[in-house]
């Protein structure tokens, strides 16, 4: 079976390769064109090959992040590479080609990392430009959770020291069945039943 022509070439292009689209052209008075975005003259014979050119996708990708086009809208320019940008939600540092930046948003991670910012913008959680979330006024019931995980660490705290004393007290023979008490504050009455060699482990 031999593959058509039209086959060869949907399998031999790049996943991602045009991620951005054709360049839009503006006709001169000289009978040339002029690229839109990046600002190169060609003549109309070229411009297909040109629209297919490194030099061309990387001046897309360039008038793309200026303007905050989407999909780059959430990529910025890494300060310490010219042939390299830093997305802005995962922190991920990406190669400035189409391909890679197409296999970047439809990561993994990518993916994960904007469901949960939709899910935080949908919950009322709302980004500020510092990158912390401020709750609205309306999540009053985050507040109260907070509150009671407070006093929970506080009731655990003071039942260990509690557990504590007891122990130390237990250690030096003093009676400690008054000093246990329940979660809640209610006393409760303890059976110690003390066998001779918890005695002897002790040293009494």
Avoid at 20 to 37: D, H
Avoid at 118 to 143: F, I
Wanted: hydrophobic share 20%.
């Amino acid at each position: 079976m031999a593959a058509t022509e039209e086959e060869m070439t949907t399998t031999t292009e790049k996943e991602g390769a045009n991620l951005l689209g054709k360049p839009k052209y503006k006709k001169l008075e000289n009978g040339r064109f002029r690229c839109v975005q990046t600002g190169h003259e060609l003549l109309e014979k070229d411009k297909e090959v040109y629209s297919e050119s490194k030099r061309c996708r990387l001046g897309l990708i360039d008038h793309a992040l200026s303007n905050s086009k989407p999909p780059l809208n959430l990529f910025e320019q890494d300060p310490s590479s010219r042939s390299k940008l830093v997305c802005k939600l995962t922190g991920d540092t990406v190669n400035k080609t189409e391909e890679h930046i197409w296999k970047h948003i439809n990561g993994r991670r990518f993916l994960n990392k904007l469901e949960e910012k939709e899910r935080d913008r949908e919950s009322g959680c709302v980004p500020e430009e510092g990158g912390e979330t401020v709750a609205k006024e309306e999540d009053g019931v985050k507040e109260a959770k907070k509150k009671n995980k407070k006093k929970k660490k506080k009731k655990k705290k003071n039942k260990k020291e509690k557990k504590k004393e007891s122990d130390e007290k237990e250690e030096n023979g003093e009676d400690v069945t008054d000093e246990v008490g329940h979660e809640n504050g209610e006393d409760i009455e303890e059976n110690l039943t003390l066998d001779a060699t918890r005695w002897r482990e002790v040293g009494l």
